[in-house]
């Protein structure tokens, strides 16, 4: 089992920055992919950023050159920078850790960013 613990959500005003934070304990071997995901109400939860083992990182379209996913291996933490935040920005966002299995597949519990000025 892995467990995913987000923290860093919070209000904020456009083009202000956040950093949301992962803690990932337990099999943390079993797991290849982590990513950040967010839902916004009333919309299906959505891709916003992953990291593999091997390095390689994909962001989406929405969130290209202003957010940054990286990793702290030493720390067990991956971590979202987002910079110059916009309203659409705002939804609950998601840390999730996938392995080779089918039953690898883990989630957090969520953090609320919300952007208003």
């Known amino acids: 089992q892995v467990q995913l613990v987000e923290s860093g959500g919070g209000l904020v005003t456009p083009g202000g920055s956040l950093r949301l934070s992962c803690a990932i304990s337990?099999?943390?071997?079993?797991?290849?992919?982590l990513a950040w995901y967010r839902q916004a109400p009333g919309k299906q939860r959505e891709l916003v950023a992953s990291a593999t083992s091997g390095g390689s990182k994909n962001y989406a379209d929405s969130v290209k050159g202003r957010f940054t996913i990286s990793r702290d291996r030493a720390k067990n933490t991956v971590y979202l920078q987002m910079n110059s935040l916009k309203p659409e920005d705002t939804a609950v966002y998601y840390c999730n850790g996938k392995g080779v299995r089918a039953s690898d597949d883990y989630w957090g519990q969520g953090t609320q960013v919300t952007v208003s000025s």
């Open positions: 337990g099999s943390i071997f079993s797991i290849y992919t």
